[in-house]
């Protein structure tokens, strides 16, 4: 089991910046993905941001540039640095984690990941 701890939303003005973190803790993982995906109520999910154990990340193209995702000497927390916010950016943020790295998954696919975080919501207006 993998715990995951998600902070550092808020309400901003568009244009702002916000950082989310994800505290991980429980069972290690030697291969592993953690991800960041977004929600809004009646939506899907969508990946937003990936990052492997050796530091290889994907980010969606929806985001364009404006998002980074990055982890700890420890590889225990990761964060997503999020600047230009948009109010379509308003969403409920999920951190994820991945045991593993199945052959032909897609990260920024949320049907990968085994563990889920409770979620911080975001929220951007004009």
């Known amino acids: 089991t993998v715990d995951l701890v998600e902070s550092g939303g808020g309400s901003v003005q568009a244009g702002g910046s916000l950082r989310l973190s994800c505290v991980a803790s429980?069972?290690?993982?030697?291969?592993?993905?953690m991800g960041w995906f977004r929600q809004v109520r009646g939506k899907e999910r969508e990946g937003v941001a990936s990052?492997?154990?050796?530091?290889?990340?994907m980010l969606s193209d929806s985001i364009q540039c404006r998002f980074t995702i990055s982890q700890d000497h420890a590889k225990t927390t990761v964060y997503l640095q999020m600047d230009s916010l948009k109010p379509e950016d308003s969403a409920m943020y999920y951190c994820?984690?991945?045991?593993?790295?199945?052959?032909?998954?897609?990260?920024?696919?949320?049907?990968?990941?085994?563990?889920w975080g409770q979620g911080t919501q975001v929220t951007v207006s004009l």
């Open positions: 429980g069972d290690r993982y030697t291969v592993f993905n």
């Open positions: 994820a984690f991945a045991p593993g790295r199945p052959l032909g998954a897609n990260f920024l696919q949320p049907r990968w990941y085994s563990y």
């Open positions: 990052i492997d154990n050796a530091g290889g990340t």
